[in-house]
């Protein structure tokens, strides 16, 4: 069984930065290094959205128009961690954030395409 941690979110002030990071645990060493993997969000009251992917070998990436050039999702695949470095943030970002592997090593901005998942870490954003 794959286990995704999340860590690094936190309460930040408007403009600040974070920088968010899925580790990998079980018994496989290879349990992301692999695989794409993703970043959703979802705020209160709001339906689970993608934020970022990243491919099995680091070469492709892809990001909602909403973080476009605030964020930027990367990995260490010798560390089988990915994270999420988040700048210039606002008070919209406010929202849980978790990883998840997807099926394959090719990224996807589909929710569908990711099998497993991390519990999350809160990201709030004061104004």
């Known amino acids: 069984q794959v286990q995704l941690v999340e860590s690094g979110g936190g309460l930040v002030q408007a403009g600040g930065s974070l920088r968010l990071s899925c580790a990998a645990s079980?018994?496989?060493?290879?349990?992301?290094?692999?695989?794409?993997v993703g970043w959703f969000r979802q705020a209160p009251g709001k339906e689970r959205e993608f934020v970022a992917a990243i491919s099995w070998s680091g070469s492709n990436t892809y990001y909602a128009d909403s973080v476009k050039g605030r964020f930027t999702i990367s990995r260490d695949n010798a560390e089988n961690t990915v994270y999420l470095q988040m700048n210039s943030l606002k008070p919209e970002d406010t929202a849980v954030y978790s990883c998840?592997?997807?099926?394959?090593?090719?990224?996807?901005?589909?929710?569908?395409?990711?099998?497993?998942w991390g519990q999350g870490t809160q990201v709030t954003v004061s104004s």
């Open positions: 079980g018994r496989t060493f290879s349990s992301i290094s692999r695989y794409a």
């Open positions: 998840a592997r997807s099926t394959g090593g090719t990224a996807s901005v589909r929710i569908y395409d990711y099998s497993y």
